[in-house]
Nanobody
Framework: QLQLVESGGGLVRPGGSLRLSCAAS????????IGWFRQAPGKGREGVSTISGSGGFTDYEDSVKGRFTISRDNAKNTVYLQMNSLKPEDTAVYYC?????????????????WGTGTLVTVSS
């Protein structure tokens, strides 16, 4: 079964940290660029961060620059999103997606796989 599975979400206080993982099963993740996207309640899906297949290119949405770091361990077939200095406005369901191009565009039609999401709640 070809799938992406996100993990690592949860409830955290403002200023706290979480590390999300995106693990692939049934296929090799290093052939794909990976994007992290999020969808807050009542809002559309937005791009958060992306990384190329080699890991040599990364990009971030402006509101998370300096707070979030994307990385990948191709030996473990996993991509990570380290989230620091979390804010209540970071509350959302976070999804990872594998595609042909590193992009923050959630509507990019080159995404081959999407995970089912992990909930991040930032609240005191």
């Amino acid at each position: 079964q070809l799938q992406l599975v996100e993990s690592g979400g949860g409830l955290v206080r403002p200023g706290g940290s979480l590390r999300l993982s995106c693990a692939a099963s049934g296929f090799t993740l290093n052939n794909y660029a990976i994007g992290w996207f999020r969808q807050a309640p009542g809002k559309g899906r937005e791009g958060v961060s992306t990384i190329s297949g080699s890991g040599g290119f990364t990009d971030y949405e402006d509101s998370v620059k300096g707070r979030f770091t994307i990385s990948r361990d191709n030996a473990k077939n996993t991509v990570y999103l380290q989230m620091n200095s979390l804010k209540p406005e970071d509350t959302a369901v976070y999804y990872c997606a594998a595609g042909t191009t590193a992009t923050l565009n959630p509507n990019y039609n080159g995404m081959a796989y999407w995970g089912t999401g992990t909930l991040v709640t930032v609240s005191s």
